[in-house]
């Protein structure tokens, strides 16, 4: 999708507008409910604040981009210290900076700050690191609020802690906000602990976008419901009653933040106002679920190691061992990234699914090549939920797929070749007890399964179970998980 449009730097301001629109084996999971500011001098002489808020960080007339690593707020790297805060009691405010990877000219500024610190929806900002550096800052008199992608960790919140002068509730927010754990690999960020499971089901209240002679439906996602004190690792599947098994961006996760997420959807056929009567006739709507624990994790945008397969494919083999699952569990996996992954395909099939790993391949809608390179450029990370709690999680019996031939009386002929198998999953064994079960699904198989589509769309879902329908699959031995 497209990239959201710069914003231009606020000054002599305290808050922000909002952005605007921008255009196997099967697994499944079930859940029931239960700006960048600092000071600097002569930018902005009615407070001295100088407000940083765009796709690319600026300052004054600076603007920085390092090629590959996402954006870096170097327009500060002058800066060695701060003598003021704005109306919300901040001295430095890091906030909707969707490229935004690195802080490492703010490790410049140093000693105390009269203000606090607060570092929000930067969604490429996987640690905060670079703040410890060469002059760090040793104190802040406000509070510290940090919200990065998944986890803060060990390290981080040590650091972050040491800044609070004696303050109980700025000690507090730091501790409740959700760990990484420690033995999580360079290239993926975990959960530490139990964490919290939560997921939900939306309406069907989608808008239309359009974009270069394509057109499909958007939906932003609200779970402010969760509470989720750091952005999680959220995955998604469509549920409905028809005519969703070909949608392409169901697994494709757009702007996190630990109170929502926005979904696109496309469909090789239908466009525009056909494709939203069909979204409201058939009652489409999107079923997500986070968990902040040990179970879940995210790749590191920027670091997921992405390897070339082919021309139009691409993959990586995804590390789990922090998460100590012990055997084989179910997984879910969705795509986030900054742009272009609402036409991918291929996050929902699994493959080489173990204890410690699985890996997934990912290639494009388009007649554009894809590479490694763009996917790391474009800060694609794949997400995870696993489980193995019978209580939640499940796997389909391979032996149940059944040839789909669109028969009335569902049956198909002998001879005819068939590239589409469906199969009903029965979940009553887990006892559910409200009918709005949020699951979500992926299929998982030893091959043939990345090109189907289908894979993250439900049908006739209740708390008893649901049917799912694969398109593009010649080969049925695949299960349900």
């Known amino acids: 999708m497209p990239n959201r449009p710069a914003r231009r730097p606020e000054r002599c301001q305290t808050d922000q507008q909002d952005d605007q629109n921008e255009p196997a084996h099967h697994q499944a999971l079930g859940w029931q409910p239960g700006r960048a500011s600092a000071l600097i001098n002569g930018h902005c002489p009615c407070r001295q604040v100088a407000h940083l808020a765009a796709d690319v960080l600026r300052a004054g007339k600076s603007e920085t981009k390092a090629p590959g690593n996402g954006a870096g707020a170097d327009g ?36 105390k700050l009269p203000g606090g610190v607060t570092i929000d ?48 509730a700025c000690h507090a927010k730091i501790e409740k906000a959700s760990k990484c754990h420690p033995k999580a690999s360079g290239s993926v960020l975990v959960g530490a602990g139990a964490g919290r499971v939560c997921g939900g089901s939306t ?3 989608w808008t239309k976008w359009k974009l270069s002679g394509t057109s499909g439906l958007y939906m932003d996602v609200d779970t402010t419901k969760c509470k989720f004190d750091m952005t999680p690792a959220y995955v998604a599947s469509l549920v409905g009653d028809a005519a969703h098994w070909q949608l392409v961006g169901v697994n494709s996760i757009y702007s996190p933040t630990k109170s929502g997420f926005r979904v696109y959807l496309w469909h090789p056929v239908l466009k525009g106002e056909y494709l939203r009567f069909f979204a409201t006739r058939y009652k489409w709507s999107l079923s997500w679920l986070a968990d902040t624990g040990r ?15 082919s021309r139009d494919t691409i993959y990586v083999d995804v590390d789990t061992r922090a998460c100590g699952y012990g055997r084989t569990p179910s997984l879910v996996a969705a795509l986030h990234g900054a742009a272009d992954h609402w036409r991918t395909q291929g996050t929902h099939a699994i493959y080489k699914a173990t204890a410690t790993g699985f890996r997934v391949y990912v290639s494009h809608m388009s007649s554009e090549a894809i590479t490694a390179a763009k996917a790391k450029e474009n800060r694609w990370a794949i997400s995870w939920v696993g489980s193995t709690d019978a209580a939640i999680a499940g796997k389909s019996d391979p032996k149940d797929w059944r040839a789909f031939c669109a028969s009335r009386t569902d ?25 709005n079960v949020a699951y979500v699904t ?10 189907v589509t289908g894979g993250a769309s439900l049908y006739r879902a209740s708390s008893k179970g649901f049917r799912l329908y694969l398109d593009r699959a010649p080969s049925p031995k695949v299960v349900i998980e």
């Open 295 to 309: 179970s879940a994790g995210i790749t590191r945008a920027g670091k997921t190691g992405w390897k070339q397969f």
């Open 121 to 168: 929806d930067n969604k490429a900002l996987s640690s905060i690191a670079p703040l410890k550096g060469k002059h760090p800052i040793q104190s802040v008199a406000g509070d510290v609020n940090v919200n990065l992608v998944h986890c803060l960790s060990v390290e981080d919140a040590r650091y972050l802690r040491s800044l609070c002068q004696a303050s109980a």
């Open 76 to 111: 500060l790297c002058g800066v060695q210290s701060i003598a003021g805060k704005d109306l919300g009691g901040r001295s430095i405010a890091i906030t909707s900076n969707p490229k935004l990877s690195n802080v490492r000219c703010l490790g410049n500024i140093g000693g």
């Open 442 to 451: 992926s299929v998982s198989g030893a091959g043939n399964h990345l090109q």
């Open 203 to 205: 309406g069907s209240d």
């Open 411 to 435: 049956e198909c002929a002998p001879i005819a070749q068939y590239y589409a198998v469906y199969t009903d999953v029965d979940t009553s064994a887990h006892k559910f007890r409200n009918s």
